[in-house]
């Protein structure tokens, strides 16, 4: 899993933008977006500069990116 702090995002729709971004890289990827934090959890096969993009693409600022512990979404399930 990746978290990736993102800014600008302000409500649902900003929640429904980047999970659409995230999902047009990668339909199976799973995002969870903490408003309050600004905050954005993925799990995906796609790789992290790929999502990292896509955010950005969708009109937000990703000023970090942290990768989880275990990285289960690198293997072939
Ligand atoms: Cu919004």
């Given at each position: 899993?990746?978290?990736f702090q993102?800014?600008?995002?302000?409500?649902?729709?900003?929640?429904?933008?980047?999970?659409?971004?995230i999902?047009?890289?990668?339909?199976?990827?799973?995002?969870?977006?903490?408003?309050?934090?600004?905050?954005?959890?993925?799990?995906?096969?796609?790789?992290?500069?790929?999502?990292?993009a896509?955010?950005?693409?969708a009109?937000?600022?990703?000023?970090?990116?942290?990768d989880?512990?275990?990285?289960?979404?690198?293997g072939?399930?």
């Open positions: 899993m990746i978290e993102v800014e600008g995002m302000s409500c649902q729709h900003c929640v429904a933008a980047v999970t659409k971004a999902q047009a890289h990668d339909a199976t990827a799973r995002v969870q977006v903490d408003l309050a934090q600004g905050r954005v959890a993925v799990e995906s096969v796609q790789d992290a500069r790929v999502l990292q896509a955010i950005d693409e009109g937000y600022t990703v000023k970090g990116a942290v989880g512990a275990t990285n289960r979404a690198a072939n399930v």
